[in-house]
Antibody
Framework: EVQVLESGGDLVQPGGSLRLSCAASGFTFSNYAMDWVRQAPGKGLEWVSTISNNGGSTFYADSVKGRFSVSRDNSRNTLFLQMKSLGAEDTAIYYC???????????????WGQGTTVTVSS | QSVLTQPPSVSGAPGQRVTISCTGSSSNIGAGYDVHWYQQLPGTAPKLLIYGNNNRPSGVSDRFSGSKSGTSASLAITGLQTEDEADYYCQAYDTSLTVVFGGGTKLTVL
């Protein structure tokens, strides 16, 4: 079964850091770009970041650029999102998503995890 | 404010047909990038509903269809069922090298 499973969400204080992980299975991880999409409480979907299949290209939303860093380990079928300087506006469910293509963003996202919750509060 | 504009809500009676619009600009939909649609049932993760403007993944009912013209796209749902009650999002790529979503549309089946 094709699936992705996020972990690492937690309650963190403003200004703090957190690292999310996403374990992929059931597909050839190294063939596909991967995305992070978040959803604040009661709000819509917001794209956060995309990493190409080989990790050579990364892209970020303006709202997280300079604070978040996406990476992947194709030998371990794992995707990461390193987040720093967190603020209340980063409170959301973070979804790990498999892209349908290698470079990401253009051909749709076909496998979504259940999400991991990040709460930024003192 | 989302880059792609969707109506906040639509509604219809069981069996009816509804459409959800998604309006972009010359830097995303109008630039020729495909539009994709996602369905999010209450309390669950989003699911890919339509990709490449009008293609359904395996397992998605043929009651769902998509179209695209110029800087806009539409999702049509025919034969409305109560189980279709959900939030629907459109998504495209942008020339700014970012992925953009619509603000989402809540479908209510009356």
């Amino acid at each position: 079964e094709v699936q992705v499973l996020e972990s690492g969400g937690d309650l963190v204080q403003p200004g703090g850091s957190l690292r999310l992980s996403c374990a992929a299975s059931g597909f050839t991880f190294s063939n596909y770009a991967m995305d992070w999409v978040r959803q604040a409480p009661g709000k819509g979907l917001e794209w956060v970041s995309t990493i190409s299949n080989n990790g050579g290209s990364t892209f970020y939303a303006d709202s997280v650029k300079g604070r978040f860093s996406v990476s992947r380990d194709n030998s371990r079928n794992t995707l990461f999102l390193q987040m720093k300087s967190l603020g209340a506006e980063d409170t959301a469910i973070y979804y790990c998503v498999k892209d349908r293509g290698r470079s990401g963003g253009k051909v749709g996202m076909d496998v979504w995890g259940q999400g991991t919750t990040v709460t930024v509060s003192s | 404010q989302s880059v792609l504009t969707q109506p906040p809500s639509v509604s219809g009676a069981p069996g009816q047909r509804v459409t959800i619009s998604c309006t972009g600009s010359s830097s995303n939909i109008g630039a020729g990038y495909d539009v994709h649609w996602y369905q999010q049932l209450p309390g669950t993760a989003p699911k890919l509903l339509i990709y490449g403007n009008n293609n359904r993944p395996s397992g998605v009912s043929d009651r769902f269809s998509g179209s695209k013209s110029g800087t806009s796209a539409s999702l049509a749902i025919t034969g409305l069922q109560t189980e279709d009650e959900a939030d629907y999002y459109c998504q495209a790529y942008d020339t700014s090298l970012t992925v953009v979503f619509g603000g989402g549309t809540k479908l209510t089946v009356l």
